[in-house]
């Protein structure tokens, strides 16, 4: 299988991942539950990676780094730790469901949302940000990059208005992270939201949010804190504060192992390469007939994602022959971002996506092209 | 037979691994124990370091701005 669903998760991991895991599995106790060597050895592993994602994305405490699951129940806490009834928030048709359905149950409680419109090309104008604040706007909660186009956000020029508005900034990393830079104190960012399986490598079930010193997150899951047993509070201190229960400390430590390979190959290279893959892709199939590429591949920063559909063919049958014919896997249908799917009008039909991640080759991406063009012919 | 002990105590399980690593690093003594029950009733862990560490442990304390919650002297049964 040729495997180009790494928007999804990246499948193929560094090998060090599934060591490390494996070693955590027989090695670990449970980490911040006593101080026997083998409750310890998890603590440790587990703190450093707190110190590699803190590295990764800016955030001066690593102990401010909150571990959870993945990107969507990050974006859950934050934004319902965050905000509340009455409280305006800014946001775009950019965004994935795991941003957006915890914006409409906040409007369903009594709180506004206010979307930045995204065109047929799937492209949002920051001007429009001035146009949506209203009085009672109380924060900014934005992708850095399209899951369905790839095509990154300007985030230093979106913080520049939240920080002139006194605006909270939570930026959903999922697609970013591992691949485009983020500095929360350059850039005045108050939350990031990140997965562990993605561009990070890591195993599935690691993921969380980074959170700027002195902001105050309510926490929504309350419990076992290895810490304060008699309060009948959650430890107000952060990471605790958001970590009840006992951690996913054997998947961090593969997302540990895989943050170690991901600092010696460089997050630049990765970048570098998985973009001229879908370059590569992008320039071979876009002026096929029939074929319709979405995005702005007019020099926008962006994560190697190409989405695509052929005339009006159901998205799902294209994935499908793909993978059944051809042996390449690509996910096909809406993709979990409706607002973006209206804009582009591929509401009914989906799109076929194809991402690209560091395991990846020419050969493979050539294949993916050479596919496209045979069923092109045939419709 | 108890000895005097210097007790470090934390709010959180990183604010430990942070106190170890740094004194780890920097070569001052000491390691993690449970919190002694005189301290708090809640469980937990601290750093147990020997009391002529103290001006070592207070001086990494401040400079990597390690988050701690208290600083003790005990005697303790070791």
């Given amino acids: 299988m040729i495997y180009l669903d790494n928007a999804a998760t990246t499948r193929t991991k560094p090998p060090c991942v599934a060591r490390a895991v494996t070693e955590a599995m027989s090695d670990f106790g449970n980490s911040g539950r006593g101080t026997h060597d083998d409750a310890l050895t998890a603590a440790r592993v587990i703190y450093q990676t707190r110190e590699q994602v803190a590295a990764l994305v800016g955030c001066p405490r690593p102990d401010h780094v909150c571990f959870t699951a993945n990107s969507t129940e990050a974006l859950n806490i934050a934004i319902a730790g965050l905000f509340g009834p009455g409280d305006h928030v800014i946001s775009t048709d950019l965004e994935h469901n795991s941003v957006l359905r915890p914006l409409y149950r906040l409007r369903a409680q009594g709180g506004e949302v206010g979307f930045l419109p995204a065109d047929s090309r799937g492209r949002i104008d920051l001007d429009d940000l001035e146009k949506v604040i209203r009085p009672n706007t109380r924060g900014v909660i934005c992708t850095h990059a399209s899951n369905v186009t790839g095509d990154a956000v300007d985030i230093t020029r979106v913080s520049a208005f939240a920080h002139a508005h006194g605006l909270i900034l939570v930026v959903d990393a999922s697609q970013s992270a591992g691949l485009l830079p983020l500095d929360m104190v350059k850039q005045h960012i108050d939350v990031v939201c990140f997965t562990g399986h993605k561009g990070l490598y890591g195993p599935q079930g690691t993921g969380g949010l980074c959170i700027r010193e002195g902001l105050e997150i309510r926490p929504w899951k309350v419990g076992g804190s290895g810490v304060h047993s008699y309060l009948e509070t959650q430890p107000p201190e952060y990471p605790t504060r958001l970590e009840a229960g006992t951690l996913n400390g054997h998947g961090l430590a593969g997302l540990s192992a895989a943050l170690d390979w991901l600092e010696q190959t460089g997050v630049e290279a990765v970048r570098e390469h998985d973009l001229a893959l879908a370059r590569q892709f992008y320039e071979q199939v876009r002026l096929l007939p029939g074929v319709t590429v979405y995005g702005d591949w007019d020099g926008t920063p962006r994560v190697p994602v190409v989405s695509l559909n052929l005339s009006n063919w159901d998205s799902g049958e294209v994935s499908d022959d793909l993978a059944e014919r051809f042996g390449i896997a690509t996910r096909p249908g809406a993709h979990c971002a409706p607002r973006m799917h209206r804009a582009l009008g591929t509401e009914a039909q989906g799109t076929v996506r194809f991402s690209w991640a560091w395991f990846n080759t020419k050969a493979e991406t050539g294949a993916a092209a050479r596919a496209v063009a045979e069923l092109a012919r045939e419709r | ?78």
Avoid: N
């Fill in chain 2, 1 to 78: 037979m108890e000895e005097k002990k210097l007790i470090v105590t934390f709010g959180t399980t990183a604010g430990a691994m942070a106190m170890e690593k740094a004194c780890r690093e920097e070569g001052v003594p000491g390691r993690l124990i449970p919190v002694p029950r005189s301290i708090t009733a809640g469980c937990g862990m601290c750093w147990m370091a020997p009391p002529e560490a103290r001006p070592a442990v207070e001086e990494l304390m401040i400079r990597r701005r390690l988050q701690t919650e208290g600083l003790y002297e005990l005697l303790l049964r070791r």
